[in-house]
């Protein structure tokens, strides 16, 4: 992993050379065509359908905005802001509008299954995840300022172009988020330990108040006594369903990695209270309370 | 269960007659005799160091404070607001000193063992839990308004003295608390599902990041990755290490059994992932996002 401090050979390309296409208009892709405009760039954008595009132009998060993958020609840096499964089997019409001499990014929150097929199918394709979010999205989502001070994270390997990848940086540097570099499969386990894993911990968290809760016939006692620290720990359990389904299916090795470890932690912990080990389970929940800060 | 909506016979007694006392003037001890001033009331407390009720006095968490029992004789209402442990093996002299005619409540967050224990001891005691509470402990920590909203939940059984129950319903009101009534057993198994519970769930998550982040050598990735999501998720797990262990000693059996339920819905969301029936899985955080309102 290396971080911006990391010095670049200075890109053949500079960021404003050339208009930037955005394709999908949601939280990340509108966010990002509100970010670049305020920055001085002309931004260009494909989206799906027609209600969208002009619910976008409304809401001015690009300057041209159309459901004709002609929009992107001529745009000299693309980023493919599309949910998961879309940017793993794309219309083969994107594909093919995608110039090949632009740099392509993508904002997707798994990386390895992302660069396999991209770079397969583009010379300049950068494997990137900025890591922002709101519980919001569609096109009603993109705000200002999402980005900023939030890691973007790149996973190039040795076939990665670095002219491409430095305009990438140039981006993340524009719209202030922290640039990170760090190998796919490392990044993957990372976001499948905390976030991806994590949403399955909650919900099951959500799944057996609900059941312990029947099974005690206290079901609308658990309801009215849960308090903030439950409401925190079942957060993003109760999130949205279709991306909690999509992490766990496009990053399913290291989801269930991170499920294996946690469920050995989980075990042991419960061992202690079965077994009334109540020193050692102190002392472990003296080392949770000494890492917790580490992660914030 | 009952709510404050259900009709007590007027009691015979009024909560401004003669003193409260508080026995510990911590988080919960120190905001209520801050409360119980503001409503009028004479309020004595009784704490363990010299220390502390140097500096009880300073913050005037009461009008009568001591290290010596002897300062809760003429009051009418006591409130133990000790740690579970102190208050299910509490000093002998402590026992000696509660007038036989006060009503005793405590503020323990297990009622059953502490029901089982002080009904033997005292024939006015009234088992509650204040359900309220902040991440800071001791004598620095109490506030005024920390219980107005919150339930404060009674666990009589046939045994308890209605009258004394009444008379903690009063304390209750005057704190601006949600008065609930409900068997000791059934208060017992909630909060093991969303409290006790949820404490070991959360820290296992922080164990599985940190051991699962050494295991991919991306320790210092998976710090630096960790966003809202994972902050939110491990609060409760990083909290007071004396306070959770305590929770899982003094309700064992109902977190064991808040466990098994957690685990087979843990154990079932894996399975899906592993059988990768996506459709199924999405179904159940579909659930999961409708299920959770109903705790907040």
Redesign the interface.
């Known amino acids: 992993?290396t971080s911006s401090g990391s010095s670049h050979p200075p890109s053949a390309e500079a960021l404003g050379q050339r208009p930037v296409g955005i394709v999908g208009l949601g939280l990340i892709g509108g966010s990002l065509g509100l970010d670049l405009q305020a920055g001085g760039l002309e931004v260009r954008a494909l989206v799906h359908r027609s209600s969208t595009a002009e619910r976008a132009r409304q809401r001015q998060l690009a300057q041209q905005i159309d459901t004709d993958p002609q929009v992107l020609q001529g745009c000299g840096l693309i980023v493919l802001a599309l949910p998961l499964d879309r940017l793993l089997d794309p219309p083969q019409a994107l594909r093919e509008a995608l110039p090949t001499d632009a740099v392509i990014t993508d904002v997707g929150s798994v990386k390895q299954p992302v660069l396999e097929r991209w770079q397969g199918w583009h010379p300049r394709f950068v494997a990137s995840h900025p890591?922002a979010g709101t519980a919001e999205a569609g096109v009603e989502a993109g705000i200002s300022g999402l980005f900023a001070g939030?890691?973007w994270?790149a996973t190039p390997d040795a076939h990665t172009d670095t002219d491409a990848l430095a305009l990438v940086e140039q981006l993340a540097a524009l719209v202030k988020a922290q640039w990170?570099q760090?190998p796919a499969a490392?990044?993957d386990?990372?976001?499948?330990?905390?976030?991806h894993?994590?949403?399955?911990?909650?919900?099951?968290?959500?799944?057996?108040?609900?059941?312990?809760?029947e099974?005690?016939?206290?079901a609308?006692?658990?309801?009215?006594?849960?308090?903030s620290?439950?409401?925190?720990?079942?957060?993003?359990?109760?999130?949205?369903?279709?991306l909690?389904?999509l992490m766990?299916?496009c990053n399913?090795n290291a989801?269930?990695?991170?499920?294996g470890?946690?469920?050995?932690?989980?075990e042991q912990?419960?061992a202690l209270?079965?077994q009334?080990q109540?020193s050692e389970?102190?002392?472990?929940?003296?080392?949770?309370?000494q890492?917790?800060?580490?992660?914030?």
């Open positions: 992993m890591m939030r890691p994270v990170l760090c490392a990044h386990q990372a976001v499948a330990l905390i976030s894993m994590p949403v399955l911990v909650s919900a099951a968290l959500l799944e057996a108040a609900d059941q312990g809760g099974a005690a016939s206290a609308a006692l658990v309801r009215q006594l849960a308090s620290g439950f409401a925190d720990t079942s957060r993003i359990g109760g999130g949205n369903p279709e909690g389904t766990a299916r399913r989801v269930l990695s991170a499920l470890h946690y469920r050995q932690q989980l912990l419960e209270v079965q009334e109540w389970l102190e002392q472990r929940l003296t080392g949770c309370q890492l917790r800060p580490d992660f914030l």
